[in-house]
């Protein structure tokens, strides 16, 4: 009967100190060993407070210590499955990166794709990164902060209603660019109108058509190798009738700096409207 009562006691003792341990935690996936496909996706992470293991060609310069894994067009599936990441960051306007992306979730890896086609987006995203980095500071000063000072230059905006023309060039393909384009929006917001946007015979660089709209101004934005986007606009400026065009004989040409206005600005937005503010003024 003692020998049971001992028994007894052990065992609610045991039972108690087993509902006094803290079962242990299951750990997080961690998002320190993350790849972006693009400059410009690697850069948000980095704005929001994660770091960045691996990143296509076009962002090499945002660390020493972040591998190459392939080109902007060409991810090397490969090498990203190689580095086992906890994320990998796709845009999603190249359509040679959804190809990725497919080979990528096949292979059981997490994938997101991102599509930033305006200030809005970028704040919807960096929101949703800041606060899986648990950084959402960097929120404040990365979007809360540039939209107020967007907002703040917006209000300056006294300039005449004026029709323009955006076309992106490169060795490779030229394009009239609508107002999905980012770049659009900063000039639709300086009280331009886009000459290209409601009609389809300018969805190519028609200068035939271009010459009946006659835009105030054409903006420029090389895309790849500067030399050969340049060689590029040549052509499209050699060609009969392009020289007759208001915004030729006013020198109203201006080719568009690649940091504010082929790459996403992220948190240097605002500075991409006080570029083409102070270009009108």
């Known amino acids: 009967m003692r020998k049971t009562r001992i028994y007894t006691f052990v065992l609610i003792c045991a039972l108690m ?3 006094c341990t803290k079962p242990k ?3 997080k996936t961690s998002l320190q060993n993350v790849i ?3 400059k410009s996706l690697g850069e948000m992470w980095q704005l ?5 293991a691996g990143i296509t060609d076009d962002g090499k310069e945002l660390g020493k210590n972040i591998k190459v894994v392939g080109t902007l ?5 490969e090498k990203i499955i190689a580095m086992k990441p906890s994320l990998v960051l796709i845009t999603g306007d190249i359509p040679t990166q959804q190809k990725v992306k497919k080979a990528l979730t096949d292979a059981s890896i997490n994938v997101k794709t991102v599509n930033v086609d305006d200030f809005q987006d970028y704040d919807r995203y960096m929101k949703e990164f800041t606060k899986m980095n648990k950084r959402e500071d960097l929120y404040q000063k990365n979007v809360v902060d540039v939209k107020k000072r ?7 905006v006294n300039f005449k209603k004026q029709s323009y023309l955006m076309i992106r060039v490169s060795s490779m393909k030229n394009k009239v660019l609508k107002n999905d384009y980012f770049g659009c929006e900063i000039a639709n917001d300086m009280n331009m109108v886009n000459i290209a946007q409601d009609d389809r015979a300018l969805d190519d660089i028609n200068v035939e058509e271009i010459m009946k709209k006659n835009p105030d101004y054409i903006y420029v934005v090389y895309q790849g190798e500067e030399k050969q986007a340049q060689e590029a606009y040549n052509k499209i400026a050699s060609m009969p009738g392009w020289d007759q065009l208001n915004a030729l004989k006013k020198n109203h040409v201006k080719v568009l700096p690649k940091n504010y206005f082929q790459f996403k600005p992220n948190a240097k937005w605002d500075q991409a409207y006080q570029y083409l503010y102070d270009y009108l003024a």
Do not use: D, F, H
Not at 73 to 77: E, K, Y
Not at 150 to 156: A, C, F, H, N, R
């Open 17 to 19: 100190l087993t509902g």
């Open 25 to 27: 935690s299951t750990p």
């Open 36 to 38: 972006a496909c693009s």
């Open 48 to 52: 929001s407070g994660g770091k960045l």
């Open 73 to 77: 067009m060409r991810p090397s599936v």
């Open 150 to 156: 967007i907002q703040v230059l917006k209000e300056k």
